[in-house]
């Protein structure tokens, strides 16, 4: 059978070289694909939103699976157009797929189904996201000092009330002569204002935990995990101001934060049978200690010893099964990759949201500790008999890392030259995917097309180990053997797991 993978990330990537693997397979395809695909399989130049020429090529190269590997042809119906044509495709259809192009719906569908998550908002303009926000507690006490006409202490519930008495206060109309200040009292601690401005700042950088989302797909960029009023109100005003999301923000979500460990399950399901993948951390953060902006992903690990035999079963029938019969009852029946992302608290995982796609940089993890063949597993969820296929997965552990371009998730500089990435391919047990690269043609010099970076996830460097220790040493050993000039990773992947002596897990 020929296959075409359709994508062009580090996902992708794992996508085609497990698919290789197969003794079923005789040729991979991947549109558009990468420099890394590229150098393993066949690219195709076709984009994922041109579901006419996608058509066309499976047709004319006798395709027999076509698997979807982006969010957004997903979103956009690409697997109704193709069932349309009679041709076989993995991944859910448009209907199914809005779990994950509008977190407003899945908030709404866990909610009618019962499924454990953070409890929330839903708003479609700003001035009412913000002024929740103003609304939410602070409990501070507002004096006024110097002579004013407004009376000594007032007692403030909210942020809003607290803003409004310090105007008061400071609104020259009030005051009967100059020097007239602002004292605010936080929890027995004083702080002087002279101004508005300075006052307005104190009271914006008051504790907040809230995560604001932005309703549709934003490329795994449209979360914000809020600590203060003040980012709170940034985030609003990025994502329904300025729009820096376009319509993806048209709504958005705004929910308590959840305290505890987060970690992903993948499932395949078929609509009847759930058929749960190895279990993967992620790590969101940009830089080093989980600090910095959220970014689609820097990295990952498998297994987790936080989801444990017990855990999983939790997780089948609380949340999986769940949103399965949901989808099935509103005639959305699903078909795919099922990811939920959880956060493990003291009251058991809540779901933090849902993806309808393999993960990245998760799959990148999961495909390398996968024994059993892919291609016949996901066949079984498009034909409906998931329920004959079990799985074989390597015990050994696994992590990847993620090279950035300098400058993620942020503005960045493309056709950054890579080099060494076959050295780093040639380790024990390490395999390179390629996410954003592209390879290079230099005219008249006589040599091989250079590989160049041309996104802000550039690799997803990957290796197995004995334990997380000996992954993290062959992972790392990876990356310093790649020379990428401006790109940038995080060194403390799996590091507390690893110290923590995990490697268990399932």
Known sequence: ?????????????????????????????????????????????????????????????????????????????????????????????????????????????????????????????????????????????????????????????????????????????????????????????????????????????????????????????????????????????????????????????????????????????????????????????????????????MGAFSPTSLVTPELMEVVEREILVPIVHALKRARRPFRGVLYAGLMLTNQGPKVLEFNVRFGDPETQVILMRLKSDLLDALEAVVDERLDTVKLEWDPRPSVTVVMAAEGYPGPYERDRLIENTAAADRLPDVKVFHAGTKLRSEQGSGRAPRIVSDGGRVLNVTALGSDLNQARERVYEAVRTIRFPGGFYRRDIAEQAAREGEGGGS
């Open 1 to 297: 059978m020929k296959v075409l993978v359709i994508g062009k990330g580090g996902r992708e990537h794992a996508l085609c070289w497990k698919l290789l693997q197969s003794r079923r397979v005789k040729g991979v395809f991947c549109a558009p694909g990468n420099a890394g695909t590229a150098l393993d399989v066949q690219n195709v130049a076709i984009e994922p939103g041109d579901h006419r020429g996608l058509a066309q090529f499976v047709k004319r190269e006798g395709i027999g699976l076509t698997i979807v590997g982006p969010e957004e042809p997903l979103a956009k119906g690409l697997v109704d157009f193709f069932q349309r044509e009679g041709l076989r495709v993995f991944g859910p259809r448009k209907d199914a797929a809005e779990l994950e192009g509008s977190k407003v719906f899945a908030k709404e569908l866990m909610r009618q189904a019962g499924i454990p998550t953070a409890d929330y908002r839903i708003f479609r303009g700003a001035p009412d996201a913000e002024h929740y926000i103003l609304s939410r507690e602070v409990a501070l006490i507002v004096r006024s000092r110097g002579r004013s006409t407004v009376r000594n202490t007032i007692h403030c519930r909210t942020a809003a009330e607290t803003l409004e008495a310090v105007e008061h206060i400071l609104d020259p109309r009030e005051m009967l002569a100059p020097g007239v200040q602002v004292e605010i009292e936080d929890r027995g601690e004083k702080r002087v204002f002279s101004s508005f401005a300075e006052a307005r700042d104190f009271v914006l950088g008051r504790p907040l935990g809230v995560v604001v989302k932005a309703d549709g797909l934003a490329a795994g960029k449209g979360v914000y995990v809020c600590s203060t009023l003040r980012q709170a109100i940034e985030a609003i005003d990025q994502i329904m101001v300025r729009r820096i999301f376009g319509q993806a923000g048209d709504r958005i979500i705004i929910e308590e934060r959840l305290d505890g460990h987060e970690t992903s399950i993948l499932a395949l399901t078929d609509g009847r049978t759930i058929v749960p993948l190895v279990s993967s951390q992620d790590f969101k953060r940009a830089f080093d200690n989980d600090e910095g902006p959220n970014t689609g992903g």
